[in-house]
């Protein structure tokens, strides 16, 4: 897989520090003569794995314990609260690395694209997810789950992450990262009805059955199915004959179609085969209108609010190609495409290169395939940098007045998050503004080693 003599040194820039970026770093320090410079946009590493699993999911999260031996590597640096695009260019990138990687992830949300999507109370799965990670690019204050009823459309594992997080009790809640702030909220909130809708079938969802069955486990909330929402035709049975997670799925959902609420202090409908075709309301939502299929005529659900969880796509990055159709960058295995003809020391991998599919060990994979394409356009095929002095990026940033977060300050703002969790018997409490973390990391590597 190695492409280098031994004798060359290889400098790499991987853009992002999620799974992807990581995994990238991981599989080019595998090799003794190979030093990765991670840069992430935020002062904090791990991308989705921090900012995207359910907070309440301790074990996936518990990856990110994997992820960290990586930064802590000898030849890997954090560079955080650097954006790629603003404080550094493509051609930055070219004089002072002999290759980088493009792991920046696809974190745009999908609309819904009917009318009263931009009403107050509608918001994107992205925004939500965000707020109660604590992801500092979001407000603390932006939700107040002031709502009694809420759409959540989609039915994915995120949707079904954000009902099972809305359901809960801030106590069952506590032991999580979430920032106080958000479990201030939760604990505040009057939500009564939760909907969870799929414009098809409940063969055609892509959540996984231990995600829909943890529904069935609450403690504070009933699970609603309507018999006739399940019903199979032709189509959606040869669906299931090819899919046991789909099969498995129906199972559940048939149970509990016949199961009796207990009265629980909220309910959670899981509603299928229905499809927004309007949300409703002056300035606030106060309902979404939702049709069937041919002939059914529409449903009108009095909800407060609406989040859509119907996907992820990438974005453009500044002087790269993008094929906005797949909100991908255009790839030959990780080798980035211009016009077709993969382009000199310029490669890319997890979801901005292959679309927002696939669970976290995906990215492992993926990263490979784009690590091992790296190494085979060995020094013979590609220029070098023109700048081969490590510390000469750190004084080009320092020229521009970016305040860059390294290991150190990513350690302290990690050490300030583990002693915040203590006072409420969490492993940490994320600090979720943006200001707080670049003090916290400031402090730490104004620390004496």
């Not at 009805?193 to 959540?207: M, N, Q, S, V």
């Not at 980035?336 to 382009?343: A, H």
Request: aromatic share 4%; no cysteine.
């Amino acid at each position: 897989m190695n492409g280098l003599d031994k004798v060359d040194e290889l400098r790499v820039a991987v853009i992002g520090s999620g799974p992807a970026g990581l995994y990238a770093a991981s599989a080019l320090t595998d090799l003794d003569n190979v030093s990765v410079d991670v840069i992430d946009r935020l002062p904090t590493p791990f991308g989705l794995v921090r900012y995207g699993v359910a907070p309440d999911h301790f074990k996936i999260k518990s990856v990110a314990d994997t992820l960290r031996k990586v930064l802590q590597r000898d030849r890997v640096r954090f560079l955080g609260n650097v954006t790629f695009g603003v404080d550094l260019s493509i051609a930055d990138l070219h004089q002072h690395y002999d290759a980088f990687v493009v792991a920046n992830g696809a974190a745009l949300d999908r609309r819904l694209g009917v009318p009263g999507e931009d009403l107050s109370g509608s918001f994107s799965a992205t925004d939500f997810v965000a707020w109660y990670s604590g992801h500092p690019d979001t407000a603390i204050e932006r939700f107040s789950l002031a709502a009694r009823a809420v759409a959540v459309i989609g039915v994915g594992n995120v949707a079904v992450d954000i009902v099972r997080i809305l359901a809960k009790t801030a106590a069952e809640l506590r032991a999580t990262d979430m920032p106080d702030t958000v479990l201030d909220v939760l604990a505040a909130s009057q939500l009564e009805d939760l909907h969870l809708i799929g414009r098809r079938g409940p063969a055609y969802a892509k959540f996984t059955t231990k995600e829909l069955r943890e529904l069935g486990e609450l403690t504070n909330a009933d699970v609603i199915v309507d018999p006739d929402d399940l019903v199979v035709d032709d189509e959606a049975r040869a669906v299931l004959d090819g899919s046991p997670n789909a099969r498995r799925n129906l199972e559940v959902l048939e149970a509990w179609a016949q199961r009796e609420p207990s009265g629980r202090p909220r309910r959670i409908h899981l509603r299928f085969g229905l499809s927004p075709v309007e949300i409703t309301g002056a300035r606030e939502v106060d309902g979404i209108v939702l049709t069937g299929r041919a002939g059914s005529g529409n449903t009108v659900l009095p909800v407060q609010m609406v989040l859509r969880a119907i996907g992820y796509r990438g974005s453009a990055v500044p002087g790269l190609p993008f094929d906005d159709e797949r909100g991908v960058i255009p790839n030959d295995a990780g080798r980035i495409l211009r016009d077709g003809v993969p382009s000199d020391r310029e490669y890319v991998a997890g979801w901005i290169k292959r679309g927002p599919t696939g669970v976290i060990g995906t990215n492992k994979g993926d990263a490979t395939e784009t690590v091992r394409s790296l190494l085979e356009d060995g020094p013979g095929r590609r220029a070098r940098a023109s700048e081969r002095r490590p510390d000469a990026i750190l004084d080009l940033l320092r020229s521009r007045s970016v305040h860059v977060v390294d290991q150190r300050g990513w350690d302290a703002i990690d050490r300030n998050e583990i002693a915040r969790g203590l006072a409420r018997d969490a492993e940490r409490v994320k600090i979720a503004e943006l200001h707080l973390l670049l003090a916290a990391a400031l402090q730490g590597q104004n620390e004496s080693p």
